[in-house]
């Protein structure tokens, strides 16, 4: 089972400790109680019906220990992330009439999907944990380190086009493997497995546009436009997910002891930058788009990011007083990778990085 950073311990305690007066409150006690991993895995599952993202079946039963097809996979990726425009797409084996061909579309075009082939998606095909994983990366903006994975025991199993991410999941401290040291990347994954892995990546959801303000424990993630967030505190990553697309996300006065991986907010806001950053403070920000997005960034006041590795084009503007604003830019993109740059941003640049220059 993939697991994550977040523990949910003391939950399984309550929910077991709850069933167990439930049955002698009844009377009875069952022949069977249920497994920690079994009510582990239905909250996830809950959790995931909750937000919207995953659905039971025609009698509402959610199966949590079927394996997950890729189509089915992708569409919860979408709904995750915010994923709606879509384009054209080489797959011969994904017709119109097929219920999942707009999430095929979807996901080709937001970049993180490419098929088993160049022209064929195996959309009803079982979903590997490699595959899982390797697609959840994407979607992260975790870049695959290189090297032998030390991590898990079984780590050569893994396709060449896997190990990369794995590795660098598993050094993030994002995945864990089994019990026995080993990932078992070409087993299939469940429902349950997938339910777990993306409710503790998600953290909390904003799907709505609005203003919010209530401090998170954990990730946030902002997968649409029309956001504000104002006067709270992100004890983890905030995703600015490629959801919000073309739109636009405001934070005021808002601090984040993870990352900011800004993924979305395109060109501009009625002629403003669309993610604007207002007496913020981050120690790093990653501007990456896997459907390489233009994105535009702009600091205003006593906002202060330590450090921001660009992969993607865009467009950082420095509004922010005195010396707070952008620490240190580093242009880390293909080759290519267009970043344009305006206001207040005294910097050096050499080898691709910029950095502050010295005080006098």
């Not at 659905?55 to 994923?83: C, H, K, W």
Request: proline residues 4%.
């Amino acid at each position: 089972m993939i697991h994550f950073k977040k523990s949910f311990f003391s939950f399984r305690k309550r929910a077991c400790a709850f069933l167990l007066c439930l049955c002698m409150l009844l009377g009875f006690f069952p022949v069977l109680t249920p497994t920690a991993q079994a009510v582990e895995s239905d909250y996830y599952l809950d959790r995931l019906v909750s937000w919207g993202i995953m659905r039971g079946d025609q009698d509402g039963n959610m199966n949590p220990g079927r394996s997950i097809t890729r189509a089915e996979f992708v569409t919860l990726l979408n709904r995750t992330f915010g994923y709606t425009k879509t384009g054209a797409q080489p797959f011969r084996d994904v017709n119109v009439a097929d219920w999942y061909y707009d999430d095929i579309s979807a996901a080709y075009t937001a970049g993180y999907f490419q098929g088993t082939s160049n022209s064929t998606a195996s959309p009803n095909s079982t979903l590997t944990r490699e595959e899982a994983a390797t697609m959840l990366c994407r979607n992260l903006m975790l870049q695959p380190l290189s090297g032998e994975n030390l991590s898990f025991s079984d780590g050569r199993q893994a396709s060449s086009w896997s190990r990369g991410y794995i590795k660098a999941a598993a050094e993030e401290g994002i995945l864990q493997g089994y019990q026995d040291g080993t990932f078992r990347p070409l087993r299939n994954i469940t429902r349950g497995e997938v339910a777990t892995m993306l409710v503790r990546v998600i953290g909390t959801p904003i799907q709505e546009p609005g203003t919010y303000s209530t401090s998170v424990a954990g990730n946030l993630m902002v997968s649409c436009s029309g956001v504000t967030l104002e006067n709270m505190t992100v004890t983890g990553d905030l995703y600015i997910t490629g959801g919000v697309g073309l739109g636009y996300v405001t934070l005021n006065n808002v601090t984040v002891y993870g990352k900011i991986i800004a993924s979305g907010a395109g060109e501009s806001n009625k002629g403003d930058c669309s993610i604007i950053l207002k007496n913020c403070t981050a120690p790093e920000m990653i501007v990456d788009s896997p459907s390489n997005q233009y994105v535009t960034i702009r600091t205003v006041g006593n906002t202060d990011t330590d450090k921001v590795y660009v992969r993607t084009d865009a467009y950082l503007e420095g509004k922010s007083t005195g010396q707070h604003g952008f620490q240190y830019i580093e242009v880390d993109g293909e080759n290519g990778t267009k970043l344009d740059l305006a206001g207040n941003i005294p910097l050096n640049h050499a080898d691709g990085k910029l950095f502050p220059k010295p005080l006098n």
